[in-house]
Every structure is written in structure tokens, then in C-alpha cells.
């Protein structure tokens, strides 16, 4: 009968510690950087332009939110084909906003495309359509009626 020889163990040296640990930080140090590259090409992190600017106008705007909150209006965003927009606006009651005048601005996400400017044109009471490439945006509205002007956005899109 043959006899099974056992392999020589071989001790783990201080070599081999070395080469685990230079492993296990490269691969650390090349996921952060290839995680800080990506997040630095998908987003600028300018949310505004000027923080001073913008924190000296923060009290108008959140006046300006609370007069749109008091209105009750409300909007439902929706794709109409690939390459149209719907805006329904209602009242607080529930009864469509006919007669306004809508301006539009959808922007993308992360810039990657330029804004689009829309004048939605109303199709029935309190619809209102304006084209829109395919694609993830960024809503904002502007609707000017009964001597009200109301402002909205949606991420719907």
C-alpha cells in the first residue's frame, strides 16, 4: 500500500502579510478613486450660483411657497406620447384652471441636457400640452390666473 506523503506546510511570513494588505488597499484605494471620478462627472454639486445671494432671498421664496400652498391649486404632470407633456391643473375644489396663462421650464437632473422653455397650450379646460424630448426632468410651472400667480414643480418626468 502506498503511502500518502503530506506537503511541506509552509509558514506565513511577513511577506505574505504584505502582499494581503497591499491587496486590500489597492482595491479600497481603486474603488474610491473610480467612486469619487463618477460622482464628480455625473454632478457638479452648484446647486445655486451664489450661496450668499441666494440664503438673502430664502424668506421671499418660502413667503412666495406658503401664497402657492394657500391657493390649493393643484397639478398632475403626465406623458402624452414620447414626446409631449400634459399638465392638468385643478383648483382648490377640484374644478379645472381654465384660461390660464402656463409657462414651463424642465430641466434635466444632472445638466446633462439643456433646459427646456415650454408654453403649454390649453386642449381642453384645465389641460394644457407642450412638447418635450424623451427623457428624465425636472418640472417647474408657472401658472398666471384669477389674478393669482402659482408656481409648482415635479420630478414626474
Known amino acids: 500500500m502506498a503511502q500518502l506523503q503530506a506537503k511541506p506546510v509552509r509558514p506565513f511570513t511577513g511577506r505574505h502579510m504584505a502582499l494581503v494588505m497591499?491587496?486590500?488597499?489597492?482595491?479600497?484605494?481603486a474603488v474610491n478613486v473610480l467612486l469619487a471620478n463618477l460622482a464628480v462627472s455625473t454632478f457638479?454639486?452648484?446647486?445655486?450660483e451664489?450661496?450668499?445671494?441666494a440664503s438673502q432671498e430664502f424668506n421671499r421664496w418660502l413667503g412666495a411657497a406658503q401664497a402657492d400652498k394657500a391657493l390649493g391649486w393643484k397639478l398632475a404632470i403626465a406623458r402624452e406620447g414620447a414626446d409631449k407633456?400634459?399638465?392638468?391643473?385643478?383648483?382648490?375644489?377640484?374644478r379645472p384652471l381654465t384660461g390660464a396663462a402656463v409657462r414651463a421650464q424642465a430641466d434635466h437632473p444632472l445638466g446633462a441636457k439643456a433646459p427646456v422653455v415650454m408654453t403649454p397650450r390649453e386642449v381642453a379646460p384645465g389641460v394644457y400640452e407642450a412638447a418635450?424630448?424623451?427623457?428624465?426632468?425636472?418640472v417647474g410651472i408657472e401658472a398666471r390666473a384669477l389674478g393669482h400667480v402659482w408656481h409648482a414643480e415635479d420630478d414626474a418626468l
Open 85 to 94: 407633456v400634459r399638465f392638468t391643473l385643478r383648483d382648490a375644489i377640484g
Open 50 to 53: 451664489n450661496s450668499y445671494v
Open 132 to 138: 418635450l424630448p424623451a427623457g428624465r426632468w425636472h
Open 44 to 48: 457638479s454639486g452648484t446647486v445655486v
Open 22 to 29: 497591499i491587496g486590500f488597499f489597492g482595491v479600497v484605494i
